[in-house]
């Protein structure tokens, strides 16, 4: 009897750990902060961003932005899914929002992901709209 219940008590919780699951360590190279420097569309046709723009990507879905101001219709929260990250909500402060009628970004695609490159294609129900070239940024 006690040999039943250990091996339903194992499987119990062989069966609670999904592997699909979404957690990500806190060492995954994401989770920084990033220099957009270029951008471009399907990830090449490169052209200088001016000014740049920092972003932190945070391990909890959301997203910083260093520049605050017009944060309009820009991803503030994702789920991610491997490589592809999922828009939750996008930010609405800024004077020109209220105004603003914007084709929201869905997904975002990372194209590239190193220790200092990062490569993400933004896109609209799988229309590409997009892509931005960052950097690793202290």
């Known amino acids: 009897?006690?040999?039943?219940?250990?091996?339903?008590?194992?499987?119990m919780i062989f069966?609670?750990?999904?592997?699909?699951?979404t957690y990500v360590s806190p060492s995954d190279k994401l989770y920084k902060r990033w220099k957009a420097v270029e951008i471009g569309k399907n990830g090449k046709d490169w052209r200088t961003l001016t000014p740049p723009?920092?972003?932190?990507?945070?391990?909890?879905g959301t997203?910083?932005?260093e520049n605050q101001a017009n944060l309009c219709c820009s991803p503030t929260e994702l789920?991610?899914?491997k490589s592809i990250l999922k828009v939750v909500k996008t930010g609405s402060n800024g004077p020109y929002c209220a105004g603003m009628s914007c084709v929201a970004i869905s997904e975002l695609h990372i194209l590239?992901?190193?220790d200092t490159d990062l490569v993400i294609d933004?896109?609209?129900e799988g229309a590409s709209m997009y892509s931005l070239r960052y950097e690793a940024t202290p």
Do not use: N, P, W
């Open 1 to 11: 009897m006690k040999t039943a219940l250990s091996v339903l008590f194992t499987a």
């Open 15 to 21: 069966l609670a750990c999904d592997q699909s699951d």
């Open 122 to 124: 933004y896109s609209h």
């Open 53 to 60: 723009e920092v972003i932190e990507f945070v391990a909890d």
């Open 112 to 114: 590239l992901l190193s």
């Open 63 to 65: 997203v910083k932005y």
């Open 79 to 81: 789920i991610r899914q």
